[in-house]
């Protein structure tokens, strides 16, 4: 099996008349995983623009996947809030734009899901490392922390303050630890 016949690309071939060891591929032919029937799936467009809906229910382990994935991709630069303060910012590298801009909460979905696709400014793409159905998972998950950032009073659970207030101001229930003398 080491050493076998064949034809390597682009090489000459006595087998075909042409002498063309290649061949065209017939057409309409597509490369394994490169089928893309729902084109909203692998765009985030419908007629030219960024939809705003999701190619798949959105569930709690779609949710879950997309804040997996976006603690690992988006958190270095966006941080875990989505504020922009990632630790990529605090090294000194370029802030980028917070989620909670009232420009991005009126962002369509399919925004974040081409950004991600194709990057914008500064941000490279994630084409390569994200697939798209994480990519909307992500995009799901933004939306979720622009809620939670957000949400109105009505929303919260009866008996939830808000805000919440900070555990630096909540009292210690904890019995104070007398200081050591030597």
Not at 61 to 87: K, Q, T, W
Not at 89 to 115: I, K, N
Request: hydrophobic letters at 30%.
């Amino acid at each position: 099996m080491h050493v076998q016949p064949k034809y390597l690309p682009l090489r000459q071939s006595d087998f075909f008349a042409d002498g063309r060891g290649s061949r065209t591929p017939p057409e309409g032919t597509v490369a394994r995983g490169q089928l893309r029937e729902d084109t909203y799936l692998h765009t985030g467009l419908i007629d030219g623009k960024p939809g705003d809906t999701m190619p798949f229910p959105a569930t709690r382990e779609v949710l879950e996947r997309g804040r997996e994935r976006f603690d690992i991709y988006c958190a270095p630069c966006h941080s875990r809030l989505g504020d922009g303060n990632g630790m990529i910012v605090q090294r000194g590298f370029r802030r980028p734009p917070s989620f909670q801009e009232p420009r991005l909460r009126q962002a369509p979905l399919g925004h974040f899901f081409d950004v991600m696709s194709n990057g914008f400014g500064v941000m490279p793409d994630y084409a390569a490392q994200v697939n798209p159905r994480d990519r909307w998972a992500i995009a799901a998950y933004i939306r979720v922390l622009q809620f939670s950032q957000n949400a109105p009073a009505s929303a919260l659970p009866a008996g939830q303050q808000m805000p919440s207030p900070s555990p630096l101001q909540v009292p210690s229930t904890a019995p104070s630890v007398p200081e050591r003398k030597e």
